[in-house]
């Protein structure tokens, strides 16, 4: 019955008016302010004041706490001033003003975010009908997202106010009415995001598809040294690899609107390319937005096998004489992708045998000729009239198997 009677007891203090919230104070779940030992208090007093989760403040023994915010005396002549300073600013009226003034205590978030989550350093304060003009200040101070203005007589103003990010780029826009009777008032200001104007840029970047080696494979890791990159159909850009990569600066394309075409070719240090991508990006008008193309292979293998007959009889590479083996690969335009006789291969290897692999061929359509010299000089080679054909898909890699087409070649 004892257990019962202290357990009623401490519900009842902890459910009591006024009284703090004992745990973990932050700022996700406390209104007023924590104090040193993490109790979330009202933070409405002079002695612990603050708002949102802030570290209690304890005002001046001439100052008072008016929502959560240190308030100096509320008569007298114009207040501190400030562009950037702490967190009480001038407001209406400057020195020699006859009767009270009072203080507008402004509040605020971006839709909803912090300064932090938004990415807004500064506020920029414009009061009509006050000498408060395009005055900044921090947006954060002292841990509370907002300011103070001071020295306001009674009546009405409206503010306009400003968000910008660290690069002075103006990010929100706020209003605010505001009613000054006979004492301190407080604004809740909601921002909200500027639609921008103008030409936009994109800020370019690139990434490589999965290697055996890595998922996310360096321009090192890619044998990429040079990366081409052109908008629009522009003059391309050849870039160093490493540029697009995440540390990389990037490759910037200015004054872009609506939809940009990208067209990216990474290339090894002889120029061939591997990896190739055109992709539409919009451009936000305006603003500077990062964009990372992920490339894609250009490239595929090309694995085959061969023989030699003549008339009836089926011949190794020894039986004919044949030491080397040329292929070449013409594309469907006429042009051969070897010079001379094509690329030169052992006839017999000691691991494939009479078969090899092309590792990284463009992709396309070809058609096929070999050719070999065996003993005599007898001239061996596919059909040169009718050649057979093959197709090279990028991104596919087939190996030596069962379905490895082979190549007869004749005299």
Same mark, same amino acid.
């Given at each position: ?213 890595? *998922? &996310?494979? =360096? #321009? +090192? @890791? /890619?044998?990429? $040294?040079? !990366? ?6 522009? %003059? ?76 009836? *009889? &089926?011949? =190794? #590479? +020894? @039986? /004919?004489?044949? $030491?080397? !083996? ?6 469907? %335009? ?78």
């Amino acid at each position: 019955m004892r257990v019962i009677f202290q357990l009623l007891s401490l519900a009842l203090l902890l459910a009591a008016p006024g009284c703090v919230v004992r745990n973990h104070c932050t700022p996700n779940n406390c209104n007023g302010c924590c104090d040193p030992t993490g109790m979330c208090l009202d933070g409405t007093t002079k002695d612990a004041c603050g708002v949102r989760g802030a570290m209690c403040t304890a005002c001046g023994p001439t100052a008072s706490c008016g929502a959560g915010i240190c308030l100096g005396p509320s008569t007298g002549g114009g207040a501190a001033g400030g562009g950037t300073g702490g967190g009480a600013a001038g407001g209406n009226t400057g020195g020699g003003v006859v009767g009270p003034t009072y203080s507008i205590i402004f509040l605020w978030n971006f839709a909803g975010q912090t300064c932090a989550q938004a990415a807004v350093s500064n506020v920029v304060v414009n009061v009509a009908g006050a000498s408060t003009a395009n005055q900044t200040v921090r947006c954060n101070t002292g841990g509370t997202d907002g300011i103070v203005l001071l020295g306001f007589r009674p009546g009405s103003y409206t503010a306009t106010l400003e968000g910008r990010d660290a690069t002075n780029a103006l990010r929100f826009r706020g209003t605010a009415r505001v009613q000054v009777v006979d004492q301190d008032v407080s604004a809740q200001v909601r921002f909200e995001p500027v639609m921008a104007t103008g030409p936009g840029e994109l800020l370019v970047r690139w990434s490589f598809p999965a290697l055996s080696t890595s *998922a &996310t494979p =360096t #321009c +090192a @890791q /890619a044998t990429i $040294t040079t !990366v081409s990159v052109s908008a629009n159909g522009g %003059a391309a850009r050849d870039l160093t690899c490493s540029t697009g990569e995440p540390s990389g600066m990037g490759a910037r394309f200015q004054n872009l609107s609506g939809t940009a075409t990208l067209d990216l070719a990474a290339a090894d240090m002889n120029g061939f390319v591997y990896f190739r991508k055109q992709q539409q990006v919009p451009v936000p008008a305006g603003v500077s937005t990062p964009v990372t193309v992920a490339l894609d292979w250009d490239v595929g293998s090309l694995p085959v096998r061969w023989q030699f007959r003549d008339g009836p *009889a &089926t011949l =190794t #590479c +020894a @039986q /004919a004489g044949v $030491t080397s !083996v040329y292929l070449n690969l013409r594309t469907q %335009a006429g042009v051969l992708l070897y010079p001379n006789a094509g690329a030169e291969v052992p006839c017999a290897d000691p691991t494939t045998g009479q078969a090899t692999v092309f590792p990284y061929l463009p992709k396309g359509t070809f058609d096929v000729f070999f050719q070999a010299v065996g003993t005599g000089g007898r001239l061996f080679k596919t059909d040169q009239t009718t050649p057979p054909r093959v197709t090279v898909t990028a991104g596919q890699f087939p190996q030596l198997d069962a379905a490895t087409p082979t190549y007869t070649m004749s005299p």
